[in-house]
């Protein structure tokens, strides 16, 4: 008996001969996912330290309690003067709105530029001598146009030392639940391997700070893997983990910094020290994978206390929050995005409804990404789409 066979495997061997290598790159809010000619994979650290002028702004995986980070991934809506749109959604693009200056572009230039660069370094480094790279796709939230484009064209050609041509002829841009999409649908798995000849796919990509989805019409065939296009535009929201902690971080300053109400005296800052110890005990994942409404027909409540030291050495206190702060934020957090699922979700029932080609599609779901880790939000999703009367996801 021989080995399975995929025939993604002769392509990347006709292409390593042929010396062609393809990269794949996802700039996410807290790590960049590089993909190597379909399987070797990094993934680097995607913050920097902008505002400040006490070292470098992009420092690899160094998180620095004394400096003050964001991710570098924000910095785009600053350079393609697209921030007015989305702050609203993106509460995260105050701090860099009000820092805004050509100063302070140039250092989100900058640390999205060493970004890019040590992306280079591995990639030339994992090459043999006659590899080159033949074509960048790079991943993009679906809210992202022309604009955000012609910023990552720039950057990307001058990281990689390539000239304004070469950079056009090489860089393809993917909207975000397009990759995903290609990605499952070459798999062989049972979701894929549908014993109906049509299907219409929702396919849902939720990472730190954003929630893109897409409909795409599947169509079966007699070998290899289906024929698969997208339905309409790819819809995107604002919202998830990085959403959350940043609601946590401004409830932790009124609730335990700020002077109480109708008290005098100065507010202590939310200075990095204090932001850094709140991130990682929030991201530990006992934490950031139950954090938000429980099941209140069980009885379950939960409440979590931050423990951090305002200065180094220096005092300690203890923040609690209870199960309706707990929700308040988390509710904040993910608005937007219930609110686009809820649309995607009433989309795919009525592309599911009427016979195509006399047979009616079956619907299949599928969603991945860093913020479905969250039971909550799974609780939350997998209701809207019984609700919906649709089958359950397929969470990857």
């Given amino acids: 008996m021989t080995d399975s066979f995929d025939p993604m495997d002769m392509f990347q061997f006709m292409d390593e001969q042929c010396g062609t290598i393809k990269v794949g790159l996802d700039l996410g ?16 650290a ?29 910095g ?5 003067n697209a921030s007015d749109r989305f702050v609203d959604q993106c509460p995260m693009l105050q701090k860099l709105r009000q820092h805004d200056s050509e100063e302070f572009r140039q250092k989100l230039r900058t640390g999205i530029l060493e970004l890019l660069k040590t992306v280079r370094r591995w990639s030339l480094a994992n090459m043999r001598k006659h590899w080159k790279i033949d074509r960048l796709s790079v991943g993009m939230p679906a809210q992202w146009g022309l604009e955000f484009q012609r910023v990552f064209l720039a950057l990307i050609g001058e990281a990689f030392d390539w000239d304004r041509m070469t950079t056009y002829d090489k860089v393809s841009f993917t909207k975000e639940p397009d990759s995903l999409a290609h990605s499952l649908l070459n798999r062989e798995e049972p979701y894929v391997r549908s014993s109906k000849p049509g299907q219409v796919w929702l396919v849902i990509e939720h990472g730190g700070h954003n929630l893109n989805g897409a409909l795409f019409r599947v169509e079966k065939r007699h070998a290899g893997p289906p024929r698969f296009y997208r339905m309409e535009d790819a819809f995107g929201a604002c919202g998830g983990s990085e959403h959350l902690l940043h609601n946590i971080l401004a409830a932790f300053q009124t609730k335990c910094l700020d002077p109480p109400v109708g008290c005098q005296g100065p507010a202590r800052p939310m200075s990095p020290f204090i932001a850094e110890q709140i991130r990682k005990q ?16 069980l009885g379950e409540e939960q409440q979590f206390t931050f423990t951090v030291r305002l200065v180094e050495h220096g005092e300690v206190i203890s923040c609690t929050f209870d199960q309706a702060e ?8 993910h608005k937007a995005t219930f609110e686009l699922v809820e649309n995607l979700l009433e989309k795919l029932s009525k592309s599911t409804t009427d016979a195509v080609n006399g047979t009616i599609p079956e619907a299949v779901i599928c969603i991945a990404g860093g913020s479905t880790r969250s039971d909550p939000w799974r609780r939350k999703v997998s209701a809207m789409i019984r609700e919906a009367n649709l089958p359950m996801a397929v969470f990857i």
């Fill in 282 to 297: 929030f991201t530990k994942s006992a934490v950031r994978e139950n954090w938000g409404p429980q099941l209140y027909n």
């Fill in 76 to 80: 785009f809506y600053i350079l393609a």
């Fill in 326 to 333: 707990i929700d308040q934020a988390w509710n904040e957090a």
């Fill in 29 to 44: 809010s807290s790590g960049t996912r590089v993909v190597f000619n379909y399987t070797k994979d990094k993934i680097f």
């Fill in 46 to 74: 995607s913050h920097g330290y902008p505002f400040d002028d006490q070292g470098p702004v992009y420092m690899g995986e160094a998180r620095l309690a004394n400096r003050e980070s964001v991710s570098l991934k924000y």
